[in-house]
């Protein structure tokens, strides 16, 4: 991987090869016109027309300035007026694992009752085989169904008689029909460890509802049918198309729990046959307890810091490095030494790392350990990104600053901000997450969903939960002087998450020499009232200036775009 001092030198002589160029009427490939482009460059300049020259921005500015640069065969998009963005980039999504089973999964995000989440599970049941799994993985609540409740067992058993069926709610509660308790022979607690609780009905039987927290469901999620390598391939192209048409053309995974190398074998077929249409900086996670250094020196012999090219390339190691550190609990002295002793070692091989963390009372223990590795390997030029925390408090933000951090802002509460207004009071939950003084301390925020199983991959919502703090339930559980501008949240989303996956220098705005990655806009994202940005989509999302989804009026173009 280069530097980020030679990635500048790059990015300067590119843009000083695109003027000189211009100036000799170099011919664009694409003009896009008669639009409001927002580039999103150090001054957030606005621009009425881009040009792209071989998948790079060649030029922006007029209209009439931008079609001097077309040829014969240059394609012009008339915008009607649209507003045009970069492509946005989730900072921290587990996209891979999403995008394995997003083809055999049945989609709540959403759903606005619970009845039409019900009539989805009968729908499946209907055009599936008896017997076949119908599996909602995550990425709902409650609180968006106009029934304010959670499916009852005897709903869903009635909804597909016939199928096991398996649905999961965030990272806390699980619901498995008579059909899938009998598969997985769930009888009791000890089925369902560690720390996994059976509800029982009035005899005092199994109901099918689970406790449990995260490492209890991924363990029985393990155990559903995997779906073929071929069903793999076609979902992961659906998941990608899908986020597509939300305007994403790059993401950061995370990683996460059950991925295993083989697990990534669609993503890398993909690319492999040049059929990826986001670009994926990926993160490995720890496996298993107790020999993550271990496992993730095996894993990463073969990849190098930035392993790989503009479509895909190895971030490093993430989110979950010691397990020991995935609690909102008190760090162990031995997991802290452990920890210790992984990052160390990360930061001598250069690698860049996101790191899980929820609890602002444990994040010193962290930063104490960051510190302790930043005397000897500057943190800063790592790119090392703490995620979720937050409830972070200004003290902290404060020494993540220092240490050139980035913070890593999910839009978890947009689901659980009433259950943190219960835990906290109203009062505190007011002031979190500090996104606004995190900004004015200087820190480095990007913007992610960390979907699907705990969040819907909808960047639009998580913009707009950003704006205005409010729930999926129409509680406005964060006060306005934590929210971003929509410039901000909008670079958060693009040029802080671009410099996140280390691509900077290469995309995150519509600046000459970029690549260009951008889409075209259902509504103006900059005069949109806020109640409805969650609603805009992508009319066009182009990646390296090639087509990569279209919609209305704009559909002909993916027909006619060599993919």
């Known amino acids: 991987m280069w530097n980020s001092n030679k990635r500048r030198s790059l990015l300067a002589a590119l843009s000083l090869i695109s003027s000189i160029t211009i100036g000799h009427a170099e011919t664009a490939d694409t003009v896009l016109f008669n639009g409001k482009i927002l580039t999103v460059d150090n001054d957030f300049s606005v621009r009425e027309a881009l040009a792209i020259a071989q998948g790079r921005v060649l030029a922006s500015g007029t209209s009439a300035a931008m079609r001097k640069l077309a040829g014969d065969a240059t394609r012009l998009i008339d915008l009607g007026g649209r507003t045009v963005i970069p492509g946005l980039t989730d900072g921290h999504i587990h996209g891979v694992r999403a995008a394995l089973t997003f083809g055999t999964e049945v989609n709540w995000i959403s759903v606005p009752t619970l009845k039409q989440a019900l009539d989805k599970i009968r729908q499946a049941a209907t055009t599936r085989k008896p017997g076949s799994w119908i599996v909602v993985a995550g990425g709902w609540t409650e609180e968006q169904f106009a029934e304010k409740r959670r499916p009852t067992p005897k709903e869903v058993a009635d909804a597909a008689p016939d199928n096991p069926v398996y649905i999961q709610h965030l990272y806390d509660w699980l619901l498995l029909s008579p059909k899938a308790m009998e598969a997985l022979d769930i009888r009791s607690d000890a089925d369902v460890t560690p720390g ?96 993550e250094l271990a496992d993730l020196q095996n894993l990463t012999q073969l990849l190098p810091p930035g392993f790989g090219d503009d479509m895909l390339h190895f971030n490093g190691p993430g989110e979950i490095l010691i397990w020991a550190d995935w609690t909102d609990g008190d760090i162990a002295s031995d997991g802290k030494a452990r920890l210790a002793e992984l990052l160390r070692w990360a930061a001598s091989k250069g690698y860049t790392i996101q790191l899980h963390w929820n609890p602002d009372r444990t994040v010193h223990d962290l930063l104490d350990v960051i510190e302790g590795i930043n005397r000897d390997y500057p943190i800063a030029r790592l790119r090392w990104t703490v995620l979720h925390l937050y409830n972070a408090s200004e003290d902290n933000l404060k020494r993540m600053k220092v240490l050139g951090l980035i913070w890593g802002v999910q839009d978890g509460l947009y689901f659980g901000g009433e259950r943190l207004q219960a835990e906290v009071g109203a009062e505190k939950a007011r002031d979190m997450p500090r996104i606004v003084s995190a900004l004015r301390l200087g820190l480095t925020v990007a913007g992610g969903t960390d979907a699907h199983r705990v969040s819907s991959y909808n960047p639009f919502v998580s913009l707009q939960w950003y704006l205005d703090g409010t729930t999926i339930g129409g509680v406005q559980t964060r006060g306005d002087a934590e929210a971003p501008t929509r410039r901000q949240a909008l670079e958060m989303y693009t040029r802080n998450s671009a410099f996140m996956a280390n691509d900077d220098d290469k995309r995150g705005t519509l600046e000459s020499g970029k690549l260009a990655d951008l889409a075209v806009l259902s509504a103006d994202y900059m005069s949109a009232p806020v109640k409805e940005i969650g609603k805009i989509r992508s009319l066009l999302t182009m990646l390296g200036g090639r087509v990569v989804y279209a919609a209305a009026p704009f559909g002909k173009l993916l027909a006619a775009t060599p993919q």
Not at 211 to 227: E, I, S, T
Not at 251 to 276: C, T
Request: aromatic residues 8%.
């Open 196 to 291: 996994g609780k059976l509800d029982l009905d009035d005899g005092g039987k199994p109901n099918g509802i689970i406790v449990a927290a995260g490492a209890a469901l991924g363990k029985v999620f393990d155990r559903l049918p995997k779906p073929t390598p071929a069903e793999q391939v076609e979902g992961s192209k659906a998941f990608f198309h899908e986020i597509n048409s939300l305007g994403i053309t790059g993401i950061v995974d995370g990683g996460g729990v059950s991925m295993y190398p083989a697990n990534y074998q669609a993503l890398f077929k993909l690319w492999h046959d040049r059929e990826l249409s986001v670009r994926v900086a990926y993160h490995l996670c720890a496996p298993k307890p107790g020999s």
